[in-house]
């Protein structure tokens, strides 16, 4: 089993305001049929928010995700942010799994493709001292895989949420 990270990321200005631009790529291996032993990544804590799309649906086991997020800074305090998530599966034999390592779904006999689906996510957040407040919406696009091994799953979520930094 094995895993890989690659990001970059760019400072840039759009209108005279401080544009953050960032790309990353994840790879988490999967088993493949015939495979006499587990080849899946095993992500070990279930601590990934926001590294799969804001929406938190998949875990880092046979997954290829490429992730972009953008942040422009309208003042000091205030930033809108535009993220987009593309999924795959490494192994069209393996299953899909959840945050907390489950399996979501999985296609016997790898018929149902490797295209998992799209998020995107925009959302705005507020820096108040030590404070960041925020809320957003993330809608779910659904690929092939989803299509064929789930029925009538299309996520759409508003959210809100408050942060406070120790400092």
Not at 45 to 60: I, M, T, V
Not at 108 to 126: I, P, S, W
Request: no cysteine.
């Amino acid at each position: 089993a094995d895993a890989w990270f690659a990001g970059i990321s760019r400072k840039a200005a759009l209108f005279g305001r401080p544009l953050d631009i960032s790309a990353e790529y994840k790879l988490a291996s999967g088993t493949g049929q015939g495979q006499a032993n587990s080849s899946t990544f095993d992500q070990l804590s279930p601590a990934n928010h926001d590294k799969f799309g804001q929406e938190d649906l998949f875990g880092w086991r046979n997954l290829r995700t490429l992730k972009s997020l953008e942040t422009l800074g309208v003042t000091n305090s205030f930033a809108l942010n535009l993220m987009y998530t593309d999924h795959w599966l490494d192994s069209a034999d393996d299953s899909l799994y959840n945050s907390a390592g489950g399996v979501i779904a999985t296609s016997k006999n790898g018929a149902a493709g490797t295209r998992v689906g799209q998020e995107l996510d925009a959302f705005v957040t507020y820096k108040h001292g030590a404070h960041l407040f925020g809320a957003g919406f993330g809608h779910f696009f659904k690929g092939q895989f989803v299509e064929q091994t789930t029925r009538d799953i299309n996520p759409r979520y508003f959210y809100v949420f408050q942060q406070y930094s120790f400092r």
